[in-house]
């Protein structure tokens, strides 16, 4: 029961969680990264921008210049005591100023502007988003269920082959376990680990074929399972009293 909760929900809750904490680092803004007193760039290259602290997610004594014109937009320079940032869905970067002064385009010309605003909010960047869906390790069991997706199928063979391993392999150390005096207690070890390492390593090749679609996924892992299985039926019956008897007769029949 273990091994299935931790198989069929423990080990894809917690892939879950590692790709959304990943996530939420891919998601920072930028502009959170940018050191404090110190002018830097925009990833766009688009704007200059100069953060005197950050107390949180607060800024304070922010500067702004964009001084590339973005379609009807001239270039401009911002100032303001605290402001904040924030993206949008698409990786836009805007910065939130609050109480601050905004002088826009050429000081020698007509049609520049100063401006006081209580809140301005401007573009400063675009990062660009990665859209990336969840790895079949971090779905849920449910899910893969009836999913046709070759990966999927692969997934859930996985996760059931992880759970039958457990009373197959456990059948197969009880006879193992018995060892001749004259062997020694370690004699058995090198053949368990061996069985150990050569099913892992086939259900691992296995699942890596159902995945590039040459084994198909009826076939799958089952075939493994089922000689693991068979081994662990064979060794139990070689270690059982009758079978030892007879050993034991023939035995004494060619000492005689």
Request: charged residues 25%.
């Amino acid at each position: 029961s273990v091994a299935a909760f931790n198989s069929f929900w423990l080990s894809p809750w917690s892939q879950d969680k590692v790709e959304q904490m990943y996530e939420e680092v891919a998601a920072e803004n930028s502009v959170d990264l940018l050191p404090k007193g110190k002018f830097e760039g925009t990833p766009d290259g688009s704007s200059v921008v100069f953060i005197d602290d950050i107390d949180g997610n607060k800024l304070e004594n922010v500067f702004v210049a964009q001084m590339r014109p973005r379609d009807s937009v001239l270039p401009s320079v911002m100032y303001s005591k605290s402001g904040d940032v924030k993206e949008l869905s698409d990786g836009r970067q805007v910065i939130v100023m609050y109480d601050g002064t905004r002088h826009e385009g050429v000081p020698t010309r007509l049609d520049y502007m100063v401006t006081h605003f209580e809140e301005y909010e401007g573009l400063i960047g675009q990062r660009e988003v990665e859209k990336k869906g969840r790895d079949w390790e971090a779905i849920p069991t449910l899910d893969l269920v009836g999913n046709p997706n070759k990966s999927a199928k692969a997934e859930l063979q996985w996760r059931i082959s992880l759970v039958l391993c457990i009373p197959l392999l456990t059948m197969l150390v009880v006879p193992l376990s018995a060892v001749n005096p004259r062997q020694g207690r370690f004699a058995k070890i090198g053949p368990a680990i061996l069985i150990y390492l050569t099913y892992f390593l086939a259900i691992s090749a296995t699942k890596s074929a159902i995945e590039e679609g040459t084994i198909p996924a009826v076939v799958g892992m089952w075939p493994i399972n089922a000689l693991l299985l068979i081994v662990a039926i064979g060794a139990n019956f070689t270690d059982s009293v009758p079978v030892r008897r007879l050993k034991e007769k023939f035995k004494n029949k060619r000492l005689a």
